[in-house]
């Protein structure tokens, strides 16, 4: 930092912040334990204390801060003792100062915001949501998701569910199609279906009525799996830097997905009590909250091992990959792995068929297919479902493809 910010810095920690002074140290040791530099948490600190001094000035009871007087602050022409400057403070100023206000909220010191309400669900959408945790093993976001997109449905339906008939669904549906991508009304498809026997199952509605809904033609097994070679999914794990936390942690999320063929909502959800590592085993949880347990290989392992040894943070709790800015917090978006996969992809200069984490899956598929590995092998290490799924992964072998080939009919 250059002298003159330092010596900033310091006539703004010299200023008084009155009774709010314990609560800026306090709002100041919050921001280290979430991995914030020095440098960061003394700007914060600086325009808390500033914040703390004006209110004094300006005769504003704690009590009283709120987004009316956070703008009048951030509008002061600054004469407060320790400050130089008599022009406004800055928008990124004020964005410190609006931090430390949210820090004061949330221990019921200061008002705190009201958040936007939520929608308000239906009754029996919400006993739909409970029926699903309970009974189907879905995930939250699946939940949730049905949710929204059924109490999208309802003002077209009616809320006489006793009196829907075929006609009415299908008339609905087919409206969506005109609205919004087949991709989405398929999605919307499936909540109706459940919905519907979550209905029925409780005599809310005519027995079979889910068999009304249409089908959303999508062959998603008619293209050819998207993958890399085996030398590219090298170069993309060499291409993490092990001198940097960041590194560290991207090589060990990329052999995962390149060596198990996890998804990133696996990745997302680990846990250290999942990793067995007398065993080398590694635990998984996936669709339907069925658990596997898969052996975890040398690498994957030697690279789990120096990322919990190295460069996850010292925090509480059991999950294993956080983010490596600050706030620290753990991933918990499937975004946060595909950017790790498309990062590697741009350092590593390749072309790609795409840039998410299922490309290191898909990869990792065709790699044990062509090393000699069955279609049952391979279905294990994926947990699929249904074999159809792993035979998707037969179409890779072209050239053997092109060998038994049929004509095409009056094909000269």
């Known amino acids: 930092m250059a002298k003159s910010s330092e010596n900033h810095y310091h006539g703004q920690r010299c200023m008084d912040a009155g009774d709010l002074a314990p609560l800026v140290t306090e709002f100041a040791r919050h921001l280290t334990v979430l991995g914030h530099t020095s440098l960061t948490v003394s700007g914060y600190d600086a325009a808390a204390r500033h914040l703390a001094q004006w209110l004094t000035l300006a005769k504003i009871a704690v009590a009283d801060i709120d987004d009316g007087v956070t703008d009048r602050f951030a509008r002061h022409r600054c004469r407060c003792p320790g400050i130089r400057r008599e022009k406004g403070v800055s928008e990124k100023y004020v964005r410190r100062v609006r931090r430390f206000v949210e820090f004061l909220g949330e221990r019921g010191i200061a008002r705190r915001k009201p958040k936007l309400a939520l929608p308000t669900l239906d009754r029996r959408v919400v ?108 170069m993309l794990i060499a291409t993490c830097d092990q001198t940097t936390a960041t590194g560290v942690r991207d090589r060990a999320i990329l052999l995962l997905l390149a060596r198990l063929g996890l998804r990133a909502g696996d990745i997302l959800s680990l846990r250290l009590t999942d990793i067995d590592w007398q065993q080398a085993t590694l635990s998984v949880r996936g669709k339907g909250r069925r658990e596997t347990r898969l052996p975890l290989p040398q690498d994957a392992g030697d690279a789990l091992l120096a990322y919990l040894d190295q460069a996850r943070p010292h925090v509480v709790g059991g999950r294993i990959f956080f983010m490596s800015n600050a706030p620290i917090r753990p991933l918990t978006r499937s975004s946060a792995v595909s950017d790790v996969v498309r990062c590697a992809i741009r350092k590593a200069g390749i072309t790609a068929p795409s840039n998410g984490a299922n490309l290191l899956r898909h990869s990792a598929a065709t790699a044990m297919l062509r090393g000699g590995a069955t279609l049952d092998t391979v279905g294990a290490v994926l947990r699929h479902r249904s074999p159809d799924m792993t035979a998707h992964y037969a179409k890779v072998d072209v050239t053997m493809l092109l060998q038994i080939a049929q004509p095409w009919p009056g094909d000269a």
Not at 136 to 141: A, F, H, I, P, Q
Not at 144 to 160: C, E, F, K, S, Y
């Open 127 to 234: 006993e739909f949501q409970d029926w699903l945790r309970q009974h189907r093993g879905v995930t939250e976001l699946t939940i949730d998701r049905h949710g929204r997109m059924v109490m999208r449905l309802l003002p077209a339906l009616g809320i006489r569910s006793r009196s829907w008939n075929a006609q009415l669904i299908r008339g609905v549906i087919i409206a969506e199609t005109k609205r919004v991508s087949l991709a989405y009304v398929k999605t919307m498809t499936m909540a109706l279906r459940g919905y519907l026997r979550f209905l029925s199952a409780r005599g809310l509605c005519r027995a079979g009525l889910d068999q009304a809904v249409p089908i959303i033609p999508q062959w998603r097994l008619s293209s050819l799996p998207q993958y890399i070679r085996s030398s590219d999914v090298e």
